[in-house]
């Protein structure tokens, strides 16, 4: 494959002669595991015949699941090209508030992948992926990994990134390119029933979440359904970017969150950067560790009225609480959680913010309003008192509640 690339090569291929290699030249078993080669098929530009293949190949799949990772600068032209491919496949595209795309196909990534197992998958599964966009929610990848699918991954930048490990076909393109090529091929000639975005809706449709006490969940749903139009939004970030996945959120709003590294550190620093170069609100929904660990970029200087700091305060990383056996270390807000009971009220109010906090529904709803107000006369911190086991525990039960909201009907599934 990196011979086809342009610059072609260099290539460097590792023969291990040591350890436990020394003994597979005598054993057949061995030698025949190794001639199993997984072959991943290269197709770039100026290759006709192999488009023409894919081409022929798609139109002959029923279950086609596109898969758009976090993008957050995809053209008008693009989405156009990729809500065009839907229509003409009718394939069910999963997505999420970070892959900051919106099509009637579009099924909301972040409950159903919670909901669904490793074996309830396979109600769903697709003949063939296609992916492309940054990082995805690493549940999905759970998911499909080692089930016998197709995955055919669109690298703009050509890297080979096999996060299913069943990667068959990379695509070294320009998403502009890849889908321009395949609706022209498709288009008249696929024949679309529906049914598997049928099922995937069915499924998702079905889903339930409990009642929710109050906590970063519930803070997370509440802020969701209130944002205004054209906003930024930065989650950061563990709980705060899975959580807000739950919700759907306007496509004029803009989503980012640091999924790649998924450090707290630099989340508010990255954010007062971003909230500079737009005139619209900007808001971050930040955890108390990742606040405090950034929390002298509140103090720059260029900072403008659009800012709005949602800070979830639960007294430590409700993060390790997530776990179901974390109430059996018994140490675990000690040296892991980083328990602690410092708030960043004077902190804020010294540098000019408007201050505002939360400690229960009553409260939060008061302020809510208050804090995405677009004429403030200065940038607003919310600071948002739950509990951090609470937090941790009642995320737990929500992706339980989910599974089983989902029973019956993936056994109506054919
Ligand atoms: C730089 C860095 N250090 C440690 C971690 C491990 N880690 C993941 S989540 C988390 C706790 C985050 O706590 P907080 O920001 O308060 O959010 P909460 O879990 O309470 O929602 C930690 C320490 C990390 N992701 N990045």
């Known amino acids: 494959m990196e011979l086809y690339k342009p610059g072609c090569g260099p290539v460097h291929i590792n023969i291990p002669l040591v350890g436990n290699m020394n003994n597979l030249f005598n054993s057949t078993e061995e030698i025949e595991k190794m001639n199993q080669v997984k072959k991943i098929d290269y197709i770039s530009y100026n290759n006709n015949q192999k488009w023409n293949d894919v081409i022929n190949k798609l139109l002959n799949k029923k279950k086609i699941l596109l898969i758009i990772g976090q993008e957050d600068n995809l053209t008008e032209k693009q989405i156009n090209y990729i809500r065009k491919f839907a229509e003409i496949t009718k394939c069910p595209i999963l997505t999420d508030n970070l892959s900051n795309f919106k099509s009637k196909y579009n099924i909301l990534a972040g409950p159903i992948i919670k909901a669904l197992n490793s074996n309830s998958i396979n109600k769903l599964l697709p003949e063939v992926v296609i992916s492309f966009g940054n990082n995805m929610q690493e549940r999905i990848k759970e998911l499909l990994r080692g089930k016998n699918i197709e995955h055919w991954y669109l690298s703009e930048d050509g890297q080979l990134r096999d996060c299913f490990k069943s990667l068959s076909v990379l695509f070294d393109s320009t998403i502009d390119y890849f889908f321009e090529t395949f609706n022209s091929g498709l288009e008249n000639k696929y024949n679309a029933d529906g049914k598997y975005f049928d099922d995937w809706s069915k499924v998702s449709n079905a889903i339930k979440m409990p009642d929710m006490p109050f906590s970063n969940f519930y803070v997370t749903r509440e802020f969701s359904r209130i944002i205004p139009n054209n906003s930024i939004v930065h989650l950061a970030i563990l709980n705060a970017t899975r959580q807000m996945q739950f919700f759907e959120l306007d496509e004029s709003i803009k989503v980012y969150s640091n999924v790649n590294a998924f450090g707290i550190?630099?989340?508010?620093?990255?954010?007062?950067?971003?909230?500079?170069?737009?005139?619209?609100?900007?808001?971050?929904?930040?955890?108390?560790?990742?606040?405090?660990?950034?929390?002298?970029?509140?103090?720059?200087?260029?900072?403008?009225?659009?800012?709005?700091?949602?800070?979830?305060?639960?007294?430590?990383?409700?993060?390790?609480?997530?776990?179901?056996?974390?109430?059996?270390?018994?140490?675990?807000?000690?040296?892991?959680?980083?328990?602690?009971?410092?708030?960043?009220?004077?902190?804020?109010?010294s540098l000019g913010y408007k201050y505002i906090c939360a400690n229960d529904m009553k409260t939060f709803n008061d302020n809510i309003k208050e804090f995405v107000r677009k004429d403030s006369v200065s940038p607003i911190f919310f600071e948002v008192f739950t509990n951090m086991k609470l937090d941790g525990e009642f995320c737990l039960s929500v992706y339980r509640e989910m599974e089983k909201s989902i029973k019956d009907v993936l056994e109506e599934l054919n």
Not at 292 to 318: D, E, P, Q, T
């Open 265 to 349: 550190d630099g989340c508010l620093p990255t954010f007062m950067g971003q909230a500079y170069t737009t005139d619209d609100l900007a808001f971050i929904i930040i955890g108390d560790l990742s606040f405090f660990y950034g929390m002298n970029a509140l103090a720059i200087k260029h900072v403008k009225n659009n800012v709005r700091v949602l800070m979830i305060n639960n007294g430590g990383g409700a993060e390790f609480h997530i776990q179901p056996d974390s109430n059996s270390i018994p140490t675990i807000d000690k040296h892991i959680g980083a328990a602690h009971n410092r708030i960043a009220k004077d902190w804020a109010k």
